[in-house]
């Protein structure tokens, strides 16, 4: 979890593929509405947010029910958001927190392409941020390498 632009989907891509369990990113599941939206430039809001919530909440549900580990990137910005994902999860998710500066992330979202997120919303996705008390903090300025062994040390897997 993080602010866009902060590696989540390289980071949840090379992991899932070391863990070789399923991946999810959670942008392909926002509704057409809010990709609309953030394409012109308009942060989302609570009330935007709450039904794409709702799908990753229930995917991960459906994941846990067949017993099955799943690696999920997902903004999960404020701890109310990631309190309703846990909602109705019989495992508490482990949150790993994508942790990095505003110019920095800044930088990087400048440079990547085809991507409806765009640069100038980052700020509003900063002021929304509720740094989780209870994840796994793992710096963006490590190499990717490390990060997964570090995120897999720290777990025990």
Known sequence: ?????????????????????????????????????????????????????????????ECQQRGEDAVFSCSALKESYRSFIEEELAEKPVWVYLKGDFDTIHQRMLQRKNHFQKADMLRSQFRDLEEPASALDVDINMPLDDKVRFIKESLNI
């Not at 990113?25 to 609570?46: R, T, V």
């Open 1 to 61: 979890m993080g602010v866009s632009g902060c590696g989540k989907t390289t980071l949840g891509e090379l992991l899932s593929k070391d863990l070789k369990v399923e991946y999810f990113e959670a942008d392909s599941f926002h509704p057409q509405a809010n990709i609309d939206k953030m394409s012109h430039g308009i942060p989302l809001e609570d009330e935007d947010r709450w039904p794409w919530l709702d799908i990753i909440r229930k995917k991960a549900s």
